[in-house]
């Protein structure tokens, strides 16, 4: 059978200037840090799929949620591939939790200027411009 791409969904919550990464603990691109987010389910949409999880899984309300790109994401060493949906979303309110603790070792708010290392794929192709369309210009929010 001939390998496919997955669709991924991920959001960049900001709040206060700062956005929510997380580190990955058992998945791929493990000991990365990434923005939240998943596999978008058969029948729904990015935009509900976000705000669901979010309060789900994080215990978080987001608002203003957004199209922001689509980055290409291939890992080759895992025969992997994902088309990732990136959205924009305003924290709203909620206290941070952590429902998938068996996925996730850390997670906090990041200024733009002091982003943890090593990201993520996804997130090191959006935060570069490798994606479509680059709705944002990064260049200004971190060193």
């Not at 509900?48 to 608002?63: A, D, F, K, P």
């Not at 002091?114 to 192709?125: G, I, Y």
Request: net charge negative; proline share 6%; with cysteine.
């Amino acid at each position: 059978m001939p390998l496919r791409p997955n669709v991924g969904v991920c959001v960049l919550i900001t709040k206060d200037d700062k956005i929510l990464l997380m580190k990955h603990k058992n998945s791929l691109g493990v000991e990365t840090w990434y923005a939240p987010g998943g596999h978008l389910e058969y029948g729904e949409f990015p935009e509900e799929y976000v705000i669901r999880e979010m309060l789900e899984e994080m215990g978080l309300i987001i608002t203003d949620v957004a199209f922001l790109a689509i980055t290409n994401d291939v890992f080759e060493s895992q025969k992997k591939h994902y088309v990732t949906i990136w959205l924009a979303a305003r924290y709203a309110s909620g206290e941070l939790s952590m429902n998938t603790a068996y996925e996730i070792s850390a997670v906090d708010w990041f200024s733009w200027d002091a982003l943890p290392e090593p990201l993520f794929l996804p997130l090191e192709h959006l935060l570069t411009g490798q994606c479509y369309p680059a709705l944002w210009d990064f260049s200004d929010r971190h060193g």
